[in-house]
């Protein structure tokens, strides 16, 4: 049972480009939306994250857009560089059972 | 400097065999959890101890066994009755498994079991 759906599974966009990674989710008793970033051969690291009552969460060139009737949010690099090629992953905590749930994952390919 | 550290980076096992991967982390976090990662299919918990002496089935737990004796170390064995063991392995930490407490992971230790 995939709790949190992720797409695309792969993504390549030109240098400069936006990258837009989007997740659904289906238990309404998710409360936290972490992203994590996950380059060849590492460790995932978390990127950027959000509480459900925000609609949206800017850090530098990373913006997650949460829509909460939808049960949906999304990822958008602006500016994409070469160096965010990797693996990233949407991510949904629920406080009661005290774990995280991970997407499957979507694999960025920025070109020059 | 803090981090975690999971070894061997690589791991190669025959088929039968109960394998344990390591897991050590100086962070002085409470929780450590082990996650196992397949190509398309995202990562998947495994165990996970939010307490020395205690811990719990995450949601593949069939054919893997786990120990949290000492705050620091959280190994974990995959035994001979794992399915399909061969697979990229990552430990992760967290300070009181708060929702806005990020998971800290290590390198991982990738399995081929032939």
């Known amino acids: 049972q995939q709790q949190v759906k992720q797409s695309p599974q792969s993504l390549i966009v030109q240098k400069g480009g936006i990258s837009i990674i989007n997740c659904a989710y289906e238990?309404?008793?998710?409360?936290?939306f972490p992203w994590y970033q996950q380059f060849p051969g590492k460790g995932p690291a978390l990127l950027i994250a959000?509480?459900?009552?925000?609609s949206e969460k800017k850090e530098g060139r990373f913006t997650i857009s949460f829509n909460k009737s939808a049960k949906q949010f999304s990822l958008h690099i602006m500016d994409s560089q070469p160096g965010d090629s990797a693996t990233y992953f949407c991510?949904?905590?629920?406080?009661?059972?005290?774990?995280?749930?991970f997407g499957t994952g979507t694999q960025l390919k920025v070109e020059l | 400097d803090g981090g975690i550290t999971q070894s061997p980076k690589y791991l190669f096992r025959k088929e039968g065999q109960n394998v344990t991967l390591s897991c050590e982390q100086n962070?002085?976090?409470?929780?450590m959890y082990w996650y196992r990662q397949d190509p398309g299919q995202g990562l998947r918990l495994i165990y996970y101890?939010?307490?020395?002496?205690?811990?719990q089935k995450g949601d593949i737990a069939e054919g893997y066994s786990v120990s949290r004796e000492k705050k620091e170390s959280f190994p974990l064995t995959v035994t001979s009755a794992q399915k399909n063991p061969t697979a990229f392995y990552l430990c992760?930490?967290?300070?009181?498994?708060?929702?806005?407490?990020?998971?800290?992971f290590g390198n991982g230790t990738r399995l081929t079991v032939t």
């Open positions: 101890s939010q307490i020395v002496n205690d811990f």
């Open positions: 962070l002085n976090h409470d929780a």
């Open positions: 992760a930490s967290q300070q009181g498994a708060r929702y806005n407490s990020p998971l800290h």
């Open positions: 238990n309404t008793a998710f409360d936290y």
């Open positions: 959000i509480r459900p009552d925000v």
């Open positions: 991510a949904a905590f629920t406080g009661g059972g005290n774990k995280l749930t």
